[in-house]
């Protein structure tokens, strides 16, 4: 029988260290007896010995290699733990507290560390220790985060980055040790972690107060630059730092928020001219880099190599006009790109079309971009589509719509005139009992016969008629641009070329007719009515007789002497006709090209229209039939047009728009819960859940408050009302108080 190991004498050499080392002895004794046997216990037990007596504090070494001994014998073996203790021995007579830093993170590392690498880890730690308490503390440190490293980086980039640790040392020590948290935290979200070490190399040879911004900026990088791309990025940035450029982590910052704005396309031939560039001025690249989004919004890709190389000459001529170019800032940088371009941008004709705005409105209309308005949350949202609130027009910033810029001008003025038509013609000065010049007025009749009550709005109330609200509303919409488009032809013929050009471009992109349900069909087909495509117009083959008489009520309000009345009187009979009609699937085989240039509709009996909207009120939308109706695509140059929000929005301000009666009283002490129900029902806005019917609501009522009427002098905002109360006059009731 073999007998156990005595251990007496290791623990009387223990004992005369602290008693945590001991304590570590004893903790981790069993277990390692278990791993490798007595007799290698025995070993294990006099190596912690020698190692403690090794110096001052080597103690502190051996208890960490105590309580590191059970996992690191079970991860790589007994063999391999001698070595592992060598190496821990030589960095003990380097510094006992490098050495039990070691220890200590080795469970932690070596199941992640190849074995043939634990030498070499513990030599790259021993690298930075130099023998003072600074340059331990910076090894230890290394130690420390040595697991977050391993995980994430190949052996041979843990060599160069603690290799750029190294340099730093050389530099300051709080910079180095700094750098290894870095590491820490950055490598292992950068996938081109070689590069941007080699980078921060560099830079800690030419300007190492620049490392800590460069692996910030490092993470920007990788969530900007096409992952393709980065490692070129990198290259480039390095090139730049040893030409010395100022502030690399800067120009990191700006040119990788410069690049997120461009498609992966585009970001690769802009990174290729920065390539191209860096021999000649880093500053240029710099600029080029931020600038070339901005470049890219005004001409296209294949435009951009003449205005690089046009820029290129002029930094050869002189570097600081050259930069001056690709920053924007020459004069010649930007009438190449006004040359270049096939866009309008609103900023540029802004004074040009207010003036041409204001001679058609016959008052002062401000024009705005569209952006302006989406901001203020009110209702409108579209930050493309032109608008106007009943006194200010609202265009897209920029206009790309032609190949040439004179197309995309003509296109702008279209659009122009027709918001500026809506006011010039007064389609948001509808009033309910106004009288139409082109129609028998059946409005208040059909009113009367379904008992509707008034709303707020002129506009609302007749809304309010129709159980398919939003069918309502698009008719009404298609009907008021369409007699707007007329009534500008008809008085500006200098417009009628680029009107017709402008609508023909609008009908050879819609969406194909045949692919709608029977109900959008016929509004479809409405729109392209007032598109002037009355020739061949596609029809369900079912619904020949109401297309015609659509079209007969459609010419109508196209007439020069109609109104917005004549509107909404065509409204109400196109409603008539295209609500009962289902919203079913129309088989290919079932359409016609139908010639709807001459014809003619028959005047519908009150009576009839009372009960259609009567029984559609009792069937609800379930009773319509076939798929639930979905408004057209937007018609791009007529914008959003939004009568029902600009005549609300006239009466919180105590405008007079449309009636001067009932309603106006009816919106004076309008409540912001009024609001906010007004906004549910109506179909012109839509709203994700009640929070933001509640901001725009508010928001309308700030809206409102901007352009309250004053009071006359002395009234102050509000009257105070006169109270008849009991009692006799006020006495002061304190001392020092007087009434």
Do not use: C
Request: glycine share 6%.
């Amino acid at each position: 029988m073999t007998s156990t190991p005595d251990h007496s004498h290791v623990i009387v050499e223990l004992e005369k260290h602290p008693a945590a080392l001991l304590a570590a002895y004893e903790e981790a004794k069993e277990r390692v007896v278990t791993a490798v046997g007595p007799a290698s216990a025995l070993k294990w037990a006099e190596e912690g010995v020698q190692l403690a007596n090794l110096g001052a504090r080597a103690w502190e070494a051996a208890t960490e290699y105590y309580k590191a001994s059970p996992q690191v014998v079970e991860i790589i073996g007994f063999p391999q733990f001698e070595r592992w203790l060598e190496s821990g021995t030589e960095l003990v007579d380097e510094s006992p507290v490098v050495a039990a830093a070691y220890f200590r993170a080795s469970p932690e590392v070596l199941p992640t560390l190849a074995p043939r690498h634990i030498a070499g880890w513990a030599t790259l730690g021993r690298s930075l220790s130099k023998g003072t308490w600074k340059s331990s503390s910076l090894a230890a440190r290394f130690f420390d985060v040595s697991n977050d490293l391993v995980q994430n980086v190949t052996f041979h980039e843990l060599q160069l980055f603690v290799s750029l640790v190294q340099t730093l040392s050389n530099r300051s020590y709080d910079l180095a040790s700094e750098a290894l948290v870095l590491g820490q935290r950055v490598l292992p979200a950068v996938g081109e972690r070689e590069e941007l070490i080699s980078l921060a190399t560099v830079l800690s040879e030419t300007s190492w107060r620049e490392v800590r911004g460069s692996f910030e900026a490092a993470s920007r990088v990788s969530l900007s630059v096409d992952r393709k791309l980065r490692r070129r990025y990198f290259s480039l940035t390095e090139r730049l730092a040893r030409a010395g450029m100022a502030n690399v982590s800067a120009f990191m910052l700006e040119s990788a928020q410069s690049l997120a704005r461009l498609p992966q396309e585009e970001q690769m031939v802009v990174l290729e001219r920065a390539e191209d560039l860096a021999d000649t001025s880093s500053e240029a690249v710099g600029a080029f880099l931020k600038t070339a989004p901005t470049v890219l919004e005004r001409i296209n890709i294949s435009q951009l190599d003449d205005w690089y190389q046009r820029g290129v000459e002029f930094l050869k001529e002189n570097p600081d006009g050259g930069v001056a170019y690709f920053k924007l800032e020459s004069q010649r940088a930007e009438q190449l790109l006004e040359a270049l371009s096939s866009s309008i941008e609103l900023d540029r004709v802004r004074g040009l079309l207010g003036m041409y705005a204001n001679a058609l409105a016959g008052t002062e209309v401000q024009l705005q971009s569209v952006g302006e308005l989406a901001h203020k949350n009110i209702g409108w949202v579209s930050m493309e589509l032109a608008t106007t609130d009943g006194k200010n027009v609202f265009l897209p910033e920029m206009v790309d719509q032609g190949e040439t810029k004179q197309e995309n001008f003509a296109w702008l003025k279209v659009v122009t005139t027709h918001q500026v038509g809506h006011i010039e013609f007064d389609s948001f000065g509808f009033n309910f009992d106004g009288e139409a010049s082109r129609f028998e007025n059946l409005r208040r009749k059909v009113a009367d016969g379904i008992g509707a009550q008034p709303s707020t709005t002129d506009v609302s109330s007749f809304f309010d008629m129709f159980p398919m609200r939003a069918l309502a509303a698009d008719v009404f919409s298609v009907v008021e641009d369409a007699r707007v488009d007329a009534n500008l032809i008809e008085r500006y013929k200098g417009l009628k070329e680029h009107y017709y050009k402008v609508q023909d471009e609008t009908l050879q992109t819609r969406t194909p007719i045949h692919e709608m349900p029977a109900q959008q069909a016929m509004v479809e087909l409405l729109i392209r009515l007032s598109l002037h495509q009355s020739e061949n117009a596609p029809v369900p083959t079912q619904y020949v007789q109401q297309a015609q008489e659509i079209a007969a009520l459609l010419r109508q309000v196209q007439d020069p002497n109609a109104t917005v009345e004549d509107t909404a009187e065509a409204t109400l009979r196109i409603y008539h006709l295209i609500s009962q009609v289902p919203n079913d699937e129309v088989s290919p085989d079932d359409w016609e090209e139908t010639d709807l240039s001459e014809t003619e509709f028959s005047e519908p009996d009150v009576q009839n229209i009372v009960d259609n909207l009567q029984q559609q009120m009792e069937e609800g939308e379930e009773g319509q039939g076939g798929e639930e109706y979905e408004s057209p695509e937007d018609v791009e140059y007529r914008g959003d047009f939004k009568p029902e929000m600009v005549q609300l929005l006239a009466k919180m301000k105590g405008q007079q728009s449309g009636s001067e009666d009932k309603s106006d009283e009816t919106a004076e002490g309008l409540t912001q819960e009024e609001i906010e129900q007004m906004l549910r029902d109506s179909s012109e806005v839509d709203f994700g859940d009640d929070a933001e019917v509640q901001q725009v609501a508010s928001n309308m009522m700030k809206e409102a408050g901007a352009d309250a009427p004053d009071n006359p002098s002395g009234q102050g905002y509000n009257s105070i009302p006169h109270q008849d109360e009991e009692g006799g006059p006020l006495e002061p009731s304190e001392p020092r108080s007087f009434v």
